[in-house]
């Protein structure tokens, strides 16, 4: 499979999402301002501050020539997978319900967590069984979760609540321990920690890289 | 008195500068002269107190790159890469204002690595504070751990490692030093030099506005006083992204071979980078204002020339290939302009709409500055305040209970915690997890470590022994990691040279730092100089900050030992559990400058010797083991002695020990309280098997076994001192720094 890797100005986690991907497959670098992703079979929006961030995470971002294309691979059912920054931007730019705030702390944090799979019903995740723990770092300063409790409780119903941190790991505030959720149709999967983060156990962990082979396999099936 | 001199005093110049400037030039400087004049001959840029000096220093070795003079040093690491790294001083912007002061430190740091073309992987930050009951030192904290944070985490470089230190002598000026490591294909590697006459002389980057006007002579070349809050506006502001793309940019147009020459423009703007390139070329520079973009279009030249704005660079670009740069400055959706060109007449011209408004020689404005001798005079005994903190009648639970709490001791990871350190995907040791932060690079399937170091305390002690111990420290440091040391950045912090005691204490620094460096081996390529870091309660500590880079042979070595004993039941298999303690190297713990003798408010001037020879052989026998695997675990001996130590490592296994320091005691001299909690270089506690520790002593380095892990305390027997402390209260006081907010 193709893997594309969205880079924005200000990414900043961008190569470590390439590496990850190529592991799983091809993967591809893809300029903001390009409106054709050609023949991707999957895309990866990743971490950093898109455009400074400045104004408010991922707020920017959404506009950009390539996010329009991303859209329509998303509602062509096809893989999408947000990391941290990506996260923000796919909850700006609609494609996933409710909104990252600002850490409890008011602080950065950057630590190792665990998550706990809630949900085998993404292509991301369809090989892992629920309730398994991933050992995945967190980096971020605005990580907080946020959705009305009615969006809440549509999303618990309806299975949209991909990762939940570990308890007493919540890092940031996190409504419900959040840390990743989908779209309905289950093919667009954003997470705040960082599995591109964890594809090697020199570096920490390999947990992270079974999101990326789960996604390979399920397009292969 | 004509109005021309009474203005060179206001820049800072004295009068005999002033008319030496007069000489050189064969007239009176007009405005936009004196101004240039004044940033480049100012100490922060001239380095006037300390140049003689630093000539000491070895800079030679067969993996040096580029040594000193360059935006930064690099070091050959194999498979034609290099890595490149410097610390570099933002001290008095920080004490004004410690977010940004702070978070341009680490930007203008990252500009000098990418100006070689190398991209910045790591950044280590060196900090010192005053004591942390007072507001003004938590709030000074607080907004460098932030501005450090959001600089390097918006612009994705991890914040790997460092140290942090609070003592009262650096209530009013506090220290940040920053340090970059970057790699660079050797092949696209670019000097500083200008190069080509009639070449273009091209800026890129953040526009030019009135930020920083005299940053270098106002505030990093005089003492600060409690009118600092009026220099804030001489304070810059940092915009990471601004940055993220310009690395970007520099790196693909390097890439490309687009660029004849590269340098960031930092203290003194335009003025210094331009300067600086044409004398490090041999050639003459002229820059017309009217070409530079501007942020507000009513700035006169002399502030365009002077400005300190944040994110620009400049490069030299052959004619023809000025089209191209302007390209990919625009796909970076960065600012650039061709402002000027390369010429043969060794002269800088300042022209405006292309009439001459300036034109002074390249060697008077760069090189021309006097250099002054000091005049040091050792001061009588200790001329710091002491300060007691703890109870006499604690015991040694108690005592080490303290020390594992006190700030400079304790645990750091609520600030590390706010650094992104693994962005990159090269970390293998995060922060706290080893000695020394540990990088891979896959490019040549080594890896490195980097360390910085430098306790003020000891070195205002004795300024000598103090610096030999900073770079012994870093070494150990390495050692501990399995590394080489592959080269030196230094940082030196100190007082007004213009005095004697902090000229005394810089002379004995830089010469206990040449020795040291020269013992080990290890070349300097590259430093920074801070001067006149007091206030009106005196001088700060002198503080040589040593920055390390260290070379292993693979990372898959470096990831198997940490600092924490192996033995716990939970995390060891069985096979693990029979470990042993020991003390390895020269170790000779004395009380003198420890964290104990501050606590008691004890402190005097004075070090007892170090015998460089015998830590650096330990130093190589403790690598080797690291290397080969044959040790579960390796920590360095330093703040709080050997009782510190210990702890640290059961902390960090999750296991405690059973620990007799009789055989300390008995072959080093000394007493029980001093071999628990005294300090000094070349102490390693090594855990692992027995047979693996004895025959470290194989090479003739002193290797005493001390003790076993298991259990749920911390029991050291000492002499006339015991001590039992359960691993939780360790673990509690340890962690006591906690959240500061």
Redesign the interface.
Known sequence: MIWGVLQF?????E??AL?ACSLAGEARMIWHEDRDLGDVDAVVVP???S????LRAGAIARFSPAMEAVAELAAEGRPVLGICNGFQVLCEAGLLPGALLVNE?V?????QVELAVESSATPFTAALEAGRLLSV?V?H?EGRYFAPDDVLDEMVANGQVVFRYAPGQNPNGSACDIAGVCNEAGNVLALMP?P??A??P???SADGLLLFEGAARSLAA | MSVGTAKHRELGLTDAEYERICELIEREPNGVELAMFSLLWSEHCAYKHSRKLLRRLPTEGERVVMGPGENAGAVDVGAGYAVAFKVESHNHPSAVEPFQGAATGVGGILRDVFALGARPIAVLDSLRFGELDSSRSRYLLDGAVRGIAHYGNSIGVPTVGGEIYFEGPYEQSCLINAMCVGLAKQSEMVRAAAAGVGNAVVIFGASTGRDGIGGASVLASAELDSEDDSKRPSVQIGDPFEESKLLECCLELLGEGLLVSLQDLGAAGLTSSAGEMASAGGVGIEIDVALVPLREDDMEPFEVMVSESQERMLAVVEPADVAAVLKRCEKWQVGGAAIGEVTGSGRFRVLRDGEEIGDVPVGALVDGCPLYDLEPAEPEGWIYPNRRTVSDDLDGAGLLGALLASPNIASKRWVYEQYDSIVGSRTVRRPGAADAAILQIPESGKAIAVAIDGNGRRVACDPYRGTVEAVLECAQNLACAGAEPLGLTNCLNFGNPEKPAPSWQLERSVSGLADACEALGVPVVGGNVSLYNEGSEGPIYPTPVVGMVGEMPSAEAAAAVGVGFAGSPVTDDRSRRDQTIALVGPFAPSLAGSELAKLRGELDAGLPGVEIGSVAAAIEVVREAVRSGSVASAHDVSDGGLACAIAECAIAGGVGCRVDLDPLVEARGGSGESALFGEGSGGFVLSGERSALEAIGDDGVEVLMIGEPGGEEIAIDAAELSLVLPLSKARRAWESLGELD
């Open positions: 100005p200000g990414s900043c986690d190569r470590d590496h971490g950093g501050f455009y400074g961030d400045y702390s602080r950065f944090v950057c630590r770092p980096k300063g960082h591109e983060h594809v090697d020199l570096t920490g």
